[in-house]
């Protein structure tokens, strides 16, 4: 079947980095997104990795590994903001987005 | 610029009835989503629409249908409603097809089905 694993739960301290794993098995991959999604919000995006290696984006970073279908999203220098839901998601080979089950991150003072 | 917009914001249904969801893309984007959230769950793709023309479905039964019009605004029917479609329906749009297409989402729609 088709699937991406992610933590259901990250605690880390302000100003800390914490790090969101995903792996995933589906048929086909056409890329890995990141999304946000705050309580009662809509998801909004935050990187994309189709090829192996790092993406930057300020204060958020966002790593692939195809070979092994694995990623991760790099929060840095966080924020009491950043408390939210972050999901990966990829599209398979069948235009099927598929997302994760997403990974609460709460932020302690 | 206006964001994606969907109707109606809250919706309230009974058990075997009819929906219908509508959705407007961000001006200029010629892709629609539709997706189901589950509280405490990632969005469930449904479908994918590009150019008018059904381009993804997910593991949905026949009861969900959605069509794209000409201005790339979109609809979601669910016939025959069951409880179990009580959800968060979200729509995004994106300004073409492929995966590195950011996608953005719509405040949602939030179907109740007693």
């Known amino acids: 079947g088709q699937s991406l694993e992610q933590p259901s739960e990250v605690t880390a301290v302000e100003g800390a980095i914490v790090q969101i794993n995903c792996t995933y098995q589906?048929?086909?991959?056409?890329?890995l997104s990141w999304y946000q999604q705050h309580d009662g919000g809509a998801p909004t995006f935050l990187s994309y990795?189709?090829?192996?290696g790092l993406e930057e984006t300020g204060r958020f970073s966002s790593f692939l590994s195809r070979s092994d279908s694995y990623g991760y999203l790099l929060l840095q220098e966080l924020q009491m903001k950043d408390s939210a839901s972050y999901f990966c998601a990829v599209r398979d080979r069948a235009s099927k987005i598929i997302f994760g089950s997403g990974t609460r991150l709460s932020i302690r003072p | 610029d206006a964001g994606v917009t969907q109707s109606p914001t809250h919706l309230i249904k009974t058990r075997g009835q009819q929906v219908t969801l509508r959705c407007s893309p961000i001006?200029?984007?010629?892709?629609v989503s539709w997706y189901q959230q589950v509280l405490g769950q990632g969005p469930q793709f449904i479908f994918q629409?590009?150019?008018?023309?059904?381009?993804g479905r997910g593991n949905f039964p026949d009861r969900f249908s959605a069509r794209q019009f000409p201005n790339y605004s979109s609809e979601l029917n669910v016939n025959a409603l069951l409880l179990g479609d009580s959800a968060l329906y979200l729509c995004?749009?994106?300004?073409?097809?492929?995966?590195?297409?950011?996608?953005?989402f719509g405040p949602g729609t939030r179907l109740t089905v007693l």
């Open positions: 001006s200029g984007h010629k892709s």
């Open positions: 629409y590009y150019e008018k023309e059904e381009r």
């Open positions: 990795n189709a090829l192996d």
């Open positions: 589906t048929s086909g991959f056409y890329g």
């Open positions: 995004a749009s994106s300004p073409g097809q492929g995966a590195y297409n950011e996608q953005f």
